[in-house]
């Protein structure tokens, strides 16, 4: 289940390879967010897209060699060029004059080579743990992946294409969590090892040539890059490191947000820092800034609210979680509810005469993926469950059950959830830095 369909999803052709991209259409400047290693696919920012769309076009593609694109067969088809002339080559397919490219690991480097060698296309560009190698890495290298480390291999050995062979999903596991250090990230990690299983150890050899050949001189490209441009690295991020991001922020005169207690998945584990830092630039690189309000009121003097959380699955406890709302606002003067429900609860609510919160429309539908599940009346309900239960968390930026001090309180009369964590910005002339 996902939280946003797309509105198109096609093709564009380069050379005989086949790159597949999607758009989330919205009346609004378009936010490219391109792929990173082909070890995973564009589904690697399932938590950005589903918030962005509410407020952009959103446009996503699967890197050559992994998802719905295709795995050319030499190492030449994965060279930095060919990522960068796609890149160009989806732009003109979604019909995208300019855009805001948003860049993570090696999609960083690309967002950077777009913008620094095809600056008309571009309004600004995010790059997070850029892998651009100014230095040699300092765990991969030729010798290390050319190099056969045994079956026993551990940790970095295994980053090998002997290895790879003998046992592809392993490598997976121990990359991830390498990706990921973050505690509570078992979710995040299986849907890595996940897409990685949808390419092969081949083609991913293949992609290592560009990166330990480099044809492109990033010192030059990013020298030229001339938009607003945001770099966005963890201090331990122990896939890219950390003293990249810095080198690329001061060639391309880039701001340095520095964040600590992370490691090199950004945009996955920190969600909500990520989507308000991406919906604040491109807002600033666009012109698109809300005016300042005309009238505030403030809290004590405004009506209280209430947010009634009633699930979608089955209609029997609409009537109670109804007869509960409408014993409040007896009980409780001048006091609104507003439902964060989908349909058909929505449809009862509305007779009832109370107002459907118009969040509702941002919810991934509940009762859409049970009815897929079940199909031609087979429903294992067990697994449904589990599956709507993983893919529940990611859908949403912000916490949807928890309790907050302030106007609104909220009611839930649905399972609990967890609440997402969120961190304060700091911000410093030179280099901002950002605490999980």
Known sequence: MRARLPDVEGFVERDGVKIGYELFDNDAPTVVLLPTWSIVHSRAWKAQVAFLARHWRVVTFDGRGNGRSDRPDTPEAYADAEFVADTVAVLDATGTARAVLVGWSRGGKWAAYVAGLHPDRVLGAVLFAPGIPFTPHPRITSERFLGDHGPDATGWDTFSLAHWRRDWAGFLAFFHGTVFPEPHSTKQIEDAVAWGLETDPETIALTMASRLQATIDPV????????????????????????????????????????????????????????????????????????????????????????????????????????????????????????????????????????????????????????????????????????????????STSSRRSWRPGPMTWWSRTRPGTSTSSGTTTRASSAPRWRG
């Open 220 to 395: 030059a490209v990013l020298g030229a890059v001339r938009c607003p441009t945001l770099v966005v690295h963890a201090e331990d991020d122990a896939v890219n490191p950390y003293a990249w991001g810095v080198r690329a922020a001061e060639l391309a005169g880039a701001t340095l947000v520095t964040v600590e207690g992370a490691g090199h998945a950004v945009p996955a584990r920190e969600p909500v820092f990520t989507n308000r830092l991406l919906h604040d630039f491109a807002r600033r690189v666009t012109d698109t800034a809300d005016e300042a309000p005309r009238r505030w009121t403030r809290g004590p003097s405004r009506r209280r609210r209430v947010l009634y959380l009633s699930s979608p699955i089955g209609l029997g406890h609409v009537r109670r979680d109804l007869a509960i709302a409408e014993e409040l606002t007896a009980r409780v003067d001048d006091v609104q509810v507003d439902w964060l429900t989908q349909a058909p609860v929505t449809q009862v609510v509305a007779d009832a005469g109370h107002r459907v919160h118009p969040a509702s429309g941002w919810l991934a539908s509940e009762s859409a993926h049970l009815t897929h599940e079940a199909g031609e009346h087979d429903l294992h309900v067990f697994e449904a469950s589990a599956a709507w239960t993983r893919s529940w968390s990611p859908t």
